[in-house]
């Protein structure tokens, strides 16, 4: 009993509709330390440079396997106030870690707002912990909540990118609206493409092709593969035919290997500084915060009780380090570095905030707020 209780408070969701895994981020972290040139040097920094095509890869797959879970057609309401209650802890981050920048005068190259989002991205994004198997179970309202909370962050991360690439407004929007061309370009090869092969390995190698070219494409142009991604995974989910079948169910039995390349590379690419350190302390209060504040103007939005979604939105999503390990890619040198040091930190350590906080299933739910959990907000 005990030990099943703490596989439920160790499964973490990686993104929108994926399955949870169990304590991906807590141990693949970690192992990436261990690997890396902080630990035994295994995977060097020219390795983890090497790797960087392939987490683009990782994280366009990512993207379209988020995209495809739109299908299950999200009550507005329920989306509204994910969005809101993400948008708010995206707020509350980013002005506490650019504060913080500020105040402590952290020693940074890029403007320091544009980190502060990116911080602020990172942090956003929930994992309910849990899963109710029960075959007759629905999706629980929190548990709803805290997959669509990925969707905001995914595209507030895509302007955060433009952000660090120019400063005009204008500027800005052309290169978000560039990012979500890409993904309806890719889109559509996979539409003329995919379900026409004569056979499965024809099919499959379509299938990959149009992954490579969303991660290749966007990661060459400074954007968001996240973002590309995601909009293929749509224009998919929409499009004619069974196409959004068909990709889902080639792709997603590579789910958990995917992600614990992500985590290494995400380890391996730790450099602890003090200047990391001083963010890591705003990222978590902040997020906790943001988190339980959100959740409950998320839940008044969506028409949920907002005592019972709070405090199972503060276990972090994986997308958020996925995020981070993108952003730095396209932020040079230190500053990349910190992000990514301060991101992993700080999910590590919200990560172990949420085993003792939140709820590790719904029967570890309060008697009171156990038959609202189980009504279907949207």
Not at 217 to 232: I, K, M, R, T
Not at 295 to 302: F, K
Not at 311 to 330: D, K, N, S
Not at 334 to 348: F, K, N, P
């Amino acid at each position: 009993m005990i030990l099943r209780r703490l596989a439920r408070r160790l499964r973490t969701s990686v993104a929108l509709g994926l399955p949870p895994v169990l304590a991906p981020a807590m141990v693949f972290v970690p192992l990436g330390v261990l690997l890396g040139p902080w630990g035994t040097n295994v995977v060097d920094a020219r390795v983890v440079g090497h790797l960087e095509p392939v987490v683009s890869i990782v994280l366009a797959t990512l993207g379209v396997l988020a995209g495809l879970a739109l299908r299950d057609g999200p009550g507005r309401r329920v989306l509204v106030g994910a969005s809101l209650e993400s948008g708010l802890t995206i707020a509350v981050v980013g002005a506490a870690c650019w504060y913080a920048a500020t105040r402590w005068s952290i020693p940074l190259t890029a403007p320091t707002g544009v980190l502060a989002l990116m911080l602020g991205v990172a942090a956003a994004t929930s994992s309910t912990g849990f899963e109710d198997t029960r075959p007759d179970s629905a999706p629980s309202p929190a548990a709803r909540m805290a997959e669509l909370d990925d969707v905001l962050p995914i595209f507030a991360g895509s302007v955060a990118l433009a952000w660090l690439q120019t400063s005009s407004l204008a500027a800005i929007v052309g290169l978000v609206l560039a990012n979500a061309l890409v993904g309806v370009a890719v889109g559509l090869v996979g539409l003329l493409l995919i379900e026409r092969a004569r056979s499965t390995a024809e099919r499959a190698l379509f299938v990959i092709g149009t992954l490579i070219l969303a991660g290749g494409a966007a990661s060459h142009l400074g954007l968001s593969p996240l973002v590309a991604g995601f909009v293929a995974g749509l224009v998919w989910r929409h499009g004619p035919g069974r196409i959004d079948e068909i990709v889902a169910r080639d792709v997603q039995p590579y789910q958990h290997p995917l992600v614990a390349l992500l985590l290494i590379a995400a380890g391996a690419s730790l450099v602890p500084s003090r200047e990391a350190l001083w963010l890591v302390v705003p990222f978590v209060v902040l997020r906790v915060a943001g988190k339980l504040a959100g959740g409950w103007l998320g839940a008044r939005v969506a028409g949920l009780p907002g005592g019972a979604v709070g405090t199972h939105l503060l276990a972090p999503g994986l997308m958020g380090l996925a995020f981070a390990v993108a952003a730095a890619q396209v932020v040079s040198g230190r500053d990349g570095a910190v992000l990514v040091t301060a991101v992993v930190l700080g999910t590590l350590a919200a990560e172990v905030l949420a085993l003792g906080v939140a709820p590790a299933s719904p029967q570890d739910a309060a008697p009171a707020d156990l038959d609202a959990l189980r009504e279907d907000g949207a």
